[in-house]
Antibody, heavy 121, light 108 residues
């Protein structure tokens, strides 16, 4: 089983910036797309975007384009999710997940433990 | 965008019951459909990929079926550890993989 390890919970004020991380195993991290998923309190899963760490090719869900930045540092097998100016509505748990392709079908077989972000004045 | 709609949103069932959850896509997605289980406070866990293929390590009481726009997740005999929320996800569109709204399975 692949372990994705996410950074710890954060408490921030509106307007502050934040960067959370997701670290994978070094041996094959750059060979897979890594996605980010938002889960607001008591709500469902929302697809945010995905990055290919090998070349930092990044794709965003239209709902999150311009709202967050996804990046990667392949030298340390880590991807990031970043906000330049947080809003209270960004309070949620954020998951990273690894995309694999089984018999031609994409799926997400390994997930990080989640990072809880709380934005409150 | 492809929309995914699950039904019901929640259900109550007893241990040993057969449970069926439905997922419908707004356009045909072939068999590009995944199912995940999420227990409270935990990360999602892959159950089924390609509509009907069981992920390694997942109990055989879980099964998936369907293609095109209509899909089903079935739990043949509900166990205590199966009380959780279940999500479908389409992986048909490149790099944008939307989820259904979830189905919460509760103890009756």
């Amino acid at each position: 089983e692949v372990h994705l390890v996410q950074s710890g919970a954060e408490v921030k004020k509106p307007g502050e910036s934040l960067k959370i991380s997701c670290k994978g195993p070094a041996y094959n991290f750059t060979n897979y797309w890594i996605g980010w998923v938002r889960q607001m309190p008591g709500k469902g899963l929302e697809w945010m975007g995905v990055i290919y760490p090998s070349d930092s090719d990044t794709r965003y869900s239209p709902s999150f384009q311009g709202q967050v930045t996804i990046s990667a540092d392949k030298s340390i097998s880590t991807t990031y999710l970043q906000w330049s100016s947080l809003k209270a509505s960004d309070s949620a748990k954020y998951y990273c997940a690894r995309r694999v392709v089984y018999v031609g079908y994409p799926t997400f077989d390994s997930w990080g433990q989640g990072t809880l972000v709380t934005v409150s004045s | 965008d492809i929309q995914m709609t699950q039904s019901p949103s929640s259900l109550s069932a007893s241990v040993g019951d057969r449970v069926t959850i439905t997922c419908r896509s707004s356009q045909s997605i072939g068999r590009y459909l995944n199912w995940y289980q999420q227990r409270p406070g935990k990360a999602p866990n892959l159950l089924i990929y390609a509509a009907s293929s069981l992920q390694s390590g997942v109990p055989s009481r879980f099964s998936g079926s369907g293609s095109g726009t209509d899909f089903t997740l079935t739990i043949s005999s509900l166990q205590p550890e199966d009380f959780a929320t279940y999500y479908c996800q389409q992986s048909f569109t490149t790099h944008t993989w939307t989820f259904g709204q979830g189905t919460k399975v509760e103890i009756k």
